[in-house]
C-alpha cells in the first residue's frame, strides 16, 4: 500500500503526535508498505497533491493542525483518506471549538477516523454524525525507552534528593507554570524535593513567563527537549513522572513511564482519567491538595506506590503492544479503503 502521512507543521512538529505518526509510518514500512511523511502547508505537500503519482491512502494525522484543502490523485482516482483526532481536536476542547470549521472539512472527506480511547470514538461519533462507524479506536503501542542518561550525576543530586519529571513541551495546556507553582507545597513538607521539566518551548510567551518563575524558584528546572536517547535514564531518576495537563490525547511519556515502571501522578482530565484508575495505574489528582499528596506518597517512596509502579511493565505489554497497535491502524485502513471502493461506484 502507499501511504501519504501529513504531519503537522512547526513548532508543534516536535510534539507528541508527531513521535507517534513516527513509529506509525516505521511500523508500516517495516510491514512492507510505502509511508511518505508530509509536513501539512509544505510545498513538498502540494507537489505530492498534484503529481499523478497514486497513493492508496492520504492518513491526515491531526485533524486540525494537519488539515489540507489539496485532495490527492493528480486528477485520477482519490485515495481513501483517514482523519486522526488527537486530543486538541477532540469535541468540546477549546481549540476544536475555535478550529470546527476546518475539521468539519476534514470529516466531509473522510473515509475513517482514528482515536486512541473508546470514549473519544463516543464523543466524535455524537459530534459528527455522518462519521458513525467508521471511528476507530487505535490503542497506542509504546515500547520502554532505551539509552544511558545519568539525570541525578548530571544535576549533582544525592539519592536523598527526591525527583519529580514532568516530560512535556511548554505550552498552557501543559500546565508546565501550574506545576512549578504548586510543587512550592511539595517542597514545604518534603524540603528534599526537585522537579525537572523536559519539553521544547512551543507557545513563546508562555515560555518566556516560565522562565521568569524559574529565575525566582529554587526547587525547579527546565531543561529543554532532550533527545530521545536520554529520556530512558530521565524517566529511571525520576520517583514520580507528572501530568498536569488540562486535557490529552493518550500521552507518549506517561505510556513511556509506565512502560519503565516508574511511578506516575497523573492529573484526573479527559485523555487521562479513561485509561488511569487511580490505585491500579498511576496516582490521579483533581485538584492542587490532591497533587501534592499524590506526589508526596512517590517522592517519599511510600511501599503502595512502588507497588503500583512494578506493575506498569506488565500492564503496557498488555494493553500498548506496538504489533497490534500496528494490526489495528491496517484494519483501519482497510475499512477507509472499502469505503471509498464503495462511495465511488
Not at 502507499?2 to 510491514?31: D, H, K
Not at 515560555?207 to 528546572?221: D, I, Q
Request: proline letters at 7%.
Amino acid at each position: 500500500m502507499r501511504i501519504a502521512l501529513i504531519v503537522p507543521p512547526p513548532p508543534t512538529l516536535a510534539s507528541g503526535n508527531e513521535n507517534t505518526a513516527r513509529r506509525l509510518a516505521a511500523g508500516l514500512a517495516q510491514r512492507g508498505h510505502a509511508v511518505t511523511r508530509l509536513v501539512a502547508g509544505s510545498a513538498e505537500l502540494d507537489e505530492a497533491a498534484q503529481s499523478r503519482e497514486r497513493f492508496d491512502l492520504v492518513h491526515v494525522y491531526h485533524a486540525f493542525r494537519a488539515a489540507t484543502p489539496r485532495d490527492f490523485g493528480g486528477g485520477g482516482p482519490r485515495p481513501a483518506r483517514v482523519v486522526t483526532f488527537a486530543g486538541s481536536d477532540l469535541p468540546g476542547l477549546p481549540l476544536a471549538q475555535e478550529h470546527a470549521a476546518v475539521i468539519g472539512d476534514e470529516v466531509a472527506r473522510a473515509d475513517a477516523a482514528m482515536v486512541a480511547l473508546p470514549e473519544q470514538r463516543t464523543a466524535v461519533e455524537a459530534r459528527w454524525p455522518t462519521l458513525c462507524g467508521r471511528v476507530v479506536v487505535v490503542p497506542k503501542g509504546v515500547v520502554a525507552p532505551i539509552g544511558d542518561f545519568d539525570l541525578r550525576a548530571r544535576m549533582g543530586w544525592r539519592d536523598d534528593e527526591r525527583l519529580a519529571l514532568l516530560p512535556a513541551h511548554v505550552r498552557p495546556v501543559k500546565g508546565n507554570r501550574r506545576a512549578v507553582e504548586w510543587f512550592a507545597d511539595v517542597v514545604a513538607a518534603l524540603p528534599s524535593a526537585r522537579l525537572v521539566l523536559l519539553g521544547a518551548a512551543i507557545d513563546g510567551d508562555y515560555a518566556r513567563e516560565l522562565r521568569a518563575l524559574l529565575a525566582a524558584t529554587p526547587y525547579a528546572w527546565w531543561l529543554g527537549a532532550l533527545p530521545a536517547a536520554a529520556m530512558a535514564g530521565c524517566y529511571r531518576a525520576a520517583d514520580a513522572v507528572v501530568n498536569l495537563s488540562d486535557y490529552e490525547g493518550l500521552s507518549n511519556a506517561l505510556l513511556e513511564a509506565l512502560a519503565l515502571g516508574r511511578p506516575v501522578v497523573a492529573h484526573a482530565v479527559p485523555g487521562n482519567r479513561e485509561w488511569l484508575h487511580d490505585g491500579e495505574q498511576a496516582l490521579l489528582f483533581h485538584d492542587r491538595a490532591g497533587f501534592v499528596a499524590a506526589c508526596l506518597a512517590a517522592l517519599r517512596r511510600e511501599p503502595q506506590v512502588a507497588a503500583i509502579a512494578a506493575r506498569g511493565p506488565a500492564w503496557i505489554a498488555a494493553h500498548h503492544d506496538p504489533e497490534r497497535e500496528q494490526d489495528a491502524l491496517l484494519a483501519l485502513y482497510e475499512q477507509a479503503l472499502a469505503h471509498r471502493r464503495a462511495t465511488a461506484g
